[in-house]
């Protein structure tokens, strides 16, 4: 069950009622933990998979309405730096969802209560709950409390460093080698094509006028693919 702590919460900082408490207690129920407690909640996985929908639909509104300058790719690249796995996991840990998520006994002992994949999860099943509950418009109410003043204030605005994210995704469950190997160089025209190696196996590919480039296009490649 979640605490009546963080149900108030809900209620007093962001308006929230669930009229249906099962879907709400859902959106916290990990797998591991629905298969040790059958009898309760299923796990979040569907709720996921729509909250990643509705959060998409919300969040490219918003940009289009908020940045009319911004041509089609620009806005592309910002909606990617917002829907990040680091942005919605932060925005996770803000609400205090954190602390409610059901686990069973091995992934809490692995310290998955941590793991920001799990958080941004988390985070979009909550939003695909609240769709299902109360619909598109108490979506963007909360949106409007918590990620829209940050999208606002530039926080998103930067370039996206794809080897930095890539490494930490990789390695969350340990060290892992990575590898960029330059197989193509040339001058003019100013040509870069590099290959990523995760622990000996090619992944990926990037083209770039620069080894950087290349390296940053290879990194986005793979996150594309394992995310």
Sequence with gaps: MLSKKFIKRLKDDYGIVFNDQKLLEEAFTHSSYANEHPEGPRNYEKLEFLGDAVLELAISDFVYRHFPKLNEGELTRLR?????TEGF?????????QDEIHLGRGE??????KRKTLLEDVFEAFNGALFLDQGMKAVEHFLHLTVYPLIAAGKFNASRDYKTDLQEFLQ??????IEYVTIQESQQPSNFVVELHINGKVISQGNGHNKK????AA???ALSKLE
């Design 80 to 84: 990617s730096n917002i829907v990040r």
């Design 89 to 97: 996991s932060e925005f996770a840990v803000e609400c205090g969802f």
């Design 108 to 113: 809490e002992l692995a310290g998955a209560r």
């Design 172 to 177: 969350q469950n340990g060290p892992v080698d």
């Design 213 to 216: 480039q290349a390296e940053q």
């Design 219 to 221: 990194a986005q490649a």
